[in-house]
């Protein structure tokens, strides 16, 4: 990345963020915005990829609701997302988990998890 556009989103860049990665089952806190009102919606699911760096980095969250798959890119160091919450770690076997867009009921969610013993990544 061109120096002078790093030094330029380094103040952007949101400094704490917790240590998800493809695989999680992740809740995102949005902030929405209805006219004058403000309010934090949640969009829970499994973090299916994670794509580019710096301030371009996002992120695709996927769940079922109402038998449909429904599939949410975040940019990670956006001002609307306020929280990222991790409901669920788990250990995948891919860096993007597209075959899940595949199944249908439990098995769309069905991902190994891992031991809280075992997970131990900086």
Do not use: C
Request: cysteine-free; charged content about 35%.
């Amino acid at each position: 990345m061109n120096p002078i556009v790093k030094e330029i989103t380094a103040t952007q860049i949101k400094a704490q963020l917790p240590q998800f990665r493809v695989g999680d089952g992740v809740k995102v806190h949005t902030k929405v915005r209805e006219g004058d009102k403000e309010r934090v919606q949640i969009f829970a699911g499994i973090v299916i990829a994670r794509k580019g760096a710096g301030i371009q980095e996002t992120f695709t969250v996927r769940r079922i609701s109402y038998g449909e798959g429904v599939e949410k890119v975040f940019p990670v160091h956006s001002p609307n997302v306020a929280k990222i919450e991790i409901d669920r770690q788990s250990e995948p076997m891919r860096a993007r988990l597209y075959y899940l867009r595949k199944r249908k009921g439990k098995a769309a969610m069905a991902i190994r998890e891992v031991r809280a013993e075992k997970r131990t990544r900086a």
